[in-house]
């Protein structure tokens, strides 16, 4: 994980949209991931990626008209935050953040009675738990609008993200080593994008989406395998959504049927199939890696190459990129590296 972090005038520490542990991350495919597009797209005003992630992507181009999409929550909230269009006050986060930090709460709460000694011993759910709280009854009272409530829950979420005791997932947390983490909210260097008017945040299936927008290119990075991404991250959906659910099991993963991806399924194909059919685009620009059949079981590629081109080619003509790197996975692979491919579709 790349950690970069500077301190606002005040001294308040700020950080940047790639400071997140996040499986399939492209942050470092973005030189590759712009070359194909500034050298083979012309014109480009919009983009779309439909399936945002950390939004990183989307961050590569600020002058441009943006849309991001997502099915977790917990990513949607940071979306609007890093590029919503919504005036905010800079005063007010500072503020907050510093009052945030200075916490300690000594009571427990839904994130203490649920959590305490997991991903984040005691001290730290008491102190999740109450910033969390205090955020959602400050936007329900109307003294934050939507992006500073962004802003705020987005900052939180970056920081755990940086203590959790996990692998960068939240499918186990490791046993037997010291909780001693201390969460810290840094403020988000919004200054690194341009709050275009026009950008749009999304938090829908991204096939129902695409019949109802429209960019000069979408960017598509699906789910690959059958790890399901709200398995990975439920606890930073569960404090997003902040709905306080039942928590079951070792992993303490809350009801998650509505948030699963069929492109993690048998069903992936006819979902692909569906989603390029209803792109409106001049250009659709699809990442998926090589994993087919030699990573481990769960990591095998629901869409074979085969299926993957003929969906494509029924749009326009197809050119592919690779480039190979290392991915950040849940450790299971066996393969030494990974090929990244972009198949870049000029559509008829």
Not at 29 to 48: N, R, T, Y
Not at 57 to 64: D, G, I, R, T
Not at 257 to 280: N, P, V
């Amino acid at each position: 994980m790349l950690v970069q972090s500077i301190l606002l005038d005040n001294g308040a520490a700020k950080t940047s949209i790639q400071c997140r542990r996040y499986l399939g991350n492209k942050y470092r495919l973005l030189p590759f991931i712009d070359s194909v597009i500034s050298q083979q797209c012309e014109d480009v005003k919009s983009l779309a990626d439909i399936f945002a992630g950390t939004g990183v992507v989307a961050s590569l181009y600020p002058e441009k008209r943006i849309i991001t999409n997502d099915i977790l929550f917990c990513n949607y909230l940071c979306h609007v935050a890093w590029f919503g269009e919504e005036n905010f006050s800079m005063g007010k986060i500072l503020t907050l953040t510093e009052e945030f930090n200075r916490l300690e709460p000594d009571t427990d709460n839904y994130m203490s009675e649920n959590f305490r000694n997991t991903y984040f011993n005691l001290s730290t759910c008491r102190k999740i738990g109450a910033i969390r709280e205090n955020i959602e009854q400050q936007y329900q009272s109307k003294r934050l609008n939507f992006r500073e409530y962004a802003l705020l829950i987005a900052s939180l979420l970056y920081g755990m993200d940086k203590i959790a005791n996990t692998c960068g997932h939240y499918d186990a947390f490791r046993r037997g080593v010291e909780l001693s983490g201390e969460l810290e909210m840094k403020v988000l260097d919004v200054s690194e994008q341009r709050s275009n008017r026009g950008n749009r945040c999304y938090n829908e299936d991204a096939n129902i989406l695409v019949r109802n927008i429209q960019a000069d290119l979408v960017y598509i990075d699906p789910p690959y395998n059958s790890r399901q991404y709200s398995d990975a991250y439920h606890v930073l959906e569960n404090v997003a959504r902040w709905e306080k659910p039942e928590v079951f099991g070792v992993a303490r993963k809350m009801d998650r049927g509505f948030l699963k991806s069929r492109y993690c399924t048998r069903a992936a194909t006819a979902a692909f199939r569906d989603l390029i059919e209803h792109i409106r685009a001049r250009y659709i620009l699809v990442s998926y890696n090589n994993m087919a059949e030699s990573g481990h079981g769960r990591s095998n590629a629901k869409i074979s190459d085969t299926e993957l081109l003929s969906i494509l080619l029924e749009r326009g003509e197809v050119q592919v990129f690779s480039t190979d790197y290392k991915a950040f996975t849940t450790g299971k692979s066996n393969r030494p590296e990974n090929e990244e491919r972009l198949f870049l579709v000029s559509v008829r």
